[in-house]
């Protein structure tokens, strides 16, 4: 069985590669790296399909150093111990290039045990993750490391590559293949940033394709669509994309964008990732619109509740109508910046004793000389309010909630003033 077109038209050369310009374009840092000759310890972050390995594997090609490879994925302590274990021998004179691809995958004790060779720079480490590194990556790695955040490709940018592999087939196969520049676009923009899958695509299309009477094959878009599908969504519930999503649905509700947030609500729940809509959208009615509007908070509760009681695809109806309601609300986060900020007080050990009159009632030491608890009760007064003292002596007079701008918060305050005396 051959291996697939992506493997077998792997590019060996900096020019052969598409995408990731802002890294490898003319003087753009990391091809200047490369061209200097010396490596520093690397790490290559970034969506799958981007060209982390094929990078990786180029730059391994041009040191005078002993490569050993290894994947994260099935790497076991004795492949690290047999790796070590060739530093200063003949197998390896000049030191060790080791290109360790999906390094989140291995444990802490793993990333440990070659840290003291990767100071010492008997190996020098290149490693691909799709994973924030980090979130993943030993801290002592990571700051002996660069890392290289790779981007998804875009559509122009694949478009040469499929054009190299409908070129490579077509030798291969000593046959003529027919496909436009429409359908290579089609086939680019299908892949979703990933040009591993985009030549995936183009070699199923030329083994779909039905050979005419010379034995050429066309490609139509009939059978680009075919092919392609549902695969054009791309998103790892376990992985960056699922954080970059989240983060851009709360970010766009908050900024009273509806379009864009029923946007990546859509991406969320074609992913499959309901729980995740329904937390966000959650955290925003109370993080978000709040006191703006605080009967927002229990009807997109139950519009959640409504979403997870019905699940997918009708779950997108009340979503929807939550989204687009707490996008176009009024916005305030004084509750949010208060709880933070007393939150930040209480850690920080900026407390001290409760006042006498707010404690449960019990009886006072003998070193107390004025006895009682003194609490009065607000209900006994008018307006039901009475002035005490609540905070305790360390933080008398600190205030962590600020009145917002918006109309429900004015009115409150407009209500207290008039009551506590104030102007």
């Known amino acids: 069985m051959s291996s697939p077109l992506a493997d077998r038209l792997r590019p060996e050369q900096l020019k052969d590669m598409v995408g990731q310009q802002h890294l490898l374009g003319e003087n753009m840092p990391l091809r200047n790296i490369i061209s200097s000759g010396t490596l520093p310890n690397m790490i290559f972050y970034g969506p799958s399909g981007t060209g982390k390995t094929t990078l990786a594997r180029i730059i391994a090609n041009t040191t005078d150093r002993t490569l050993r490879k290894l994947n994260g994925t099935n790497a076991s302590t004795a492949d690290i111990k047999e790796i070590v274990g060739e530093l200063g021998t003949l197998a390896a004179p000049n030191g060790i290039l080791l290109y360790l691809d999906e390094i989140q995958y291995f444990n802490k004790k793993q990333q440990q045990s070659l840290l003291e060779y990767i100071e010492s720079g008997a190996i020098t480490l290149i490693a691909s993750t799709t994973e924030n590194p980090y979130f993943y990556v030993y801290s002592a790695i990571l700051s002996r490391s660069t890392v290289f955040e790779f981007k998804s490709v875009t559509p122009e940018e694949i478009v040469p590559a499929v054009k190299r592999g409908f070129a490579f087939l077509e030798s291969e196969q ?33 083994l779909a394709a039905k050979p005419d009477e010379t034995g050429g094959k066309t490609i139509t878009a009939e059978a680009v669509t075919g092919i392609t599908g549902h695969n054009v969504f791309r998103y790892d519930r376990a992985g960056d994309e699922h954080y970059d999503v989240i983060s851009a ?36 009615a109370c993080e978000d619109v709040g006191l703006a509007y605080p009967q927002i908070i229990p009807i997109v509760k139950a519009a959640c509740d409504i979403a997870l009681a019905v699940g997918l695809p009708e779950a997108k109806i009340p979503l929807a109508d939550a989204v687009v309601l707490v996008a176009t609300s009024p916005k305030s986060n004084t509750a949010h910046d208060a709880i933070f900020a007393a939150c930040d007080d209480v850690q920080k050990g900026n407390y001290g004793r409760i006042p006498r009159c707010l404690q449960n009632m019990h009886y006072d030491g003998d070193d107390v000389k004025n006895k009682g608890q003194f609490y009065k009760y607000p209900h006994a007064y008018p307006n039901r309010w009475v002035e005490q003292q609540y905070m305790p002596d360390a933080l008398f007079g600190k205030q962590y909630y600020q009145y917002g701008d918006n109309r429900t918060e004015q009115a409150a305050k407009a209500y207290w003033d008039a009551i506590k005396g104030k102007k």
């Open 174 to 206: 000593k046959t003529k293949i027919v496909a436009s520049d429409e359908i290579c676009l089609q086939i680019a923009a299908a892949a979703g940033g990933d040009v591993r899958k985009a030549l995936n695509f183009t070699e199923l299309s030329v």
């Open 249 to 284: 649905f709360q970010k766009s509700m908050r900024g009273s964008d509806p379009d864009a947030a029923l946007h990546y609500l859509a991406r969320l729940l074609e992913g499959g990732d309901l729980p995740s809509a329904v937390r966000r959208l959650m955290v925003c």
